[in-house]
């Protein structure tokens, strides 16, 4: 069954010790020591015996909306089990049979799974061109939307693009949208060069999801937050999924992190601009391989593969070989799954190092490869 053979993929490959994870947008960097003294002090307190507050941690609450910029009074928040699990919480709550999600592709697939898993439509707008800034237009939104347009997805920046909207984009999806529900996914916006809140423009109507496992390298502890009106928090509020609370020790180490957030990310910041200028020159040397979007918003970047004559998914098996995960278009998109792979770039340098200086030889033994194993 595909579902287990997924699991027994993802769990052989936490058991690999040595492998390279540049290939699900994680931060690999090392966690600023009052995160680790946070996670430390839950269990030695015992903090953990008890369950959470509902909504989340008043500070860690406070200290997102503080993040973001948003009004408190006018906004609230629901920490989650990550980012995903608000996705989820939202698109069920709000959609039902019959309605529709529009969202770009390529994007990131889970909130259209969540839609279908509803009897609801997940219908993906074609935004791999180059004409269009590989990216999704006002003019192609409203082009799309429809009476039975109820939610809009919007990941921003893209994943796995790495383009972010103007602030004018934005208002217009604020135009755009009318009377639907509108998810704005913020998980990459600490990376971003510049970024615009969509909830400022359409407060009642906006879910603003929030991620700390890619900024601050806690995905393993599954923390993440949902903001919306108040209105709309309570009506979140009332079938939560994590009712009784989100990890304590996650919480604690989401705390440290934002009160050391100046600190912390500029450290971060440096070591991912690094790596995707490593990237690119490396990328320069190899016939065939582009990168679509030169300047990526988020922590990672698409690398084109078409004109090499390759496939993702041979280049994937090809690193995989050596011990370094990266991942294939098809994981984001049916149409555009020949096109690209995505590499991570808040890792170690010397991970960044070994990726680059083998890209010539995965490429040639890409081209030599005949079946390779399923990819997820």
Request: glycine share 6%; aromatic share 8%.
């Amino acid at each position: 069954m595909e579902h287990e053979a997924r699991n027994r993929h993802f769990e052989a490959l936490t058991q690999q010790p040595d492998l390279l994870w540049l290939g699900q947008n994680t931060n690999h960097l090392p966690a600023h020591p009052a995160v680790l003294a946070a996670m430390h002090a839950a269990v030695d307190d015992f903090s953990f015996n008890a369950y959470a507050p509902p909504l989340g941690m008043e500070r860690l609450r406070a200290l997102i909306l503080e993040d973001l910029g948003l009004d408190p009074a006018v906004f609230g928040v629901i920490v989650t089990d990550g980012a995903v699990a608000g996705l989820s919480h939202a698109v069920r709550t709000l959609l039902r049979p019959g309605d529709e999600l529009l969202a770009a592709e390529p994007g990131w697939k889970w909130p259209l799974a969540f839609a279908r898993s509803l009897g609801a439509t997940a219908r993906e707008l074609p935004v791999y061109e180059a004409a269009q800034g590989y990216r999704l237009s006002p003019a192609q939104l409203r082009a799309a939307m429809r009476p039975e347009t109820k939610l809009v997805y919007l990941v921003d920046p893209n994943n796995p693009m790495g383009t972010r909207f103007e602030p004018e984009e934005i208002e217009a999806f604020a135009e755009i949208t009318g009377d639907a529900f509108v998810i704005h996914d913020c998980t990459y916006r600490h990376f971003a060069q510049g970024h615009t809140l969509l909830a400022p423009f359409a407060p009642e109507r906006t879910i603003t999801t929030y991620s700390f496992s890619k900024w601050l390298g806690l995905a393993g502890l599954r923390v993440g937050a949902m903001l919306a009106s108040h209105a709309m928090i309570a009506r979140f509020a009332e079938a939560a999924p994590n009712a009784l609370g989100s990890s304590v020790l996650a919480q604690r180490a989401a705390i440290a992190g934002l009160e050391h957030k100046h600190e912390f990310l500029p450290m971060v910041i440096a070591a991912d601009r690094a790596a995707k200028a490593m990237i690119a020159e490396a990328v320069a040397g190899v016939p065939g391989l582009a990168l679509p979007v030169p300047v990526s918003h988020g922590n990672f970047v698409a690398m084109d593969v078409f004109e090499a004559g390759i496939t993702p998914e041979k280049l994937v098996a090809a690193y995989a070989e050596a011990g370094i995960m990266i991942r294939q278009g098809g994981y984001h998109t049916k149409r555009y799954a020949e096109r690209f792979v995505k590499i991570s770039t808040t890792v170690p340098r010397p991970w960044m190092e070994r990726f680059c200086a083998t890209l010539p030889a995965m490429v040639e033994r890409a081209r030599a490869m005949n079946d390779v194993p399923v990819s997820y």
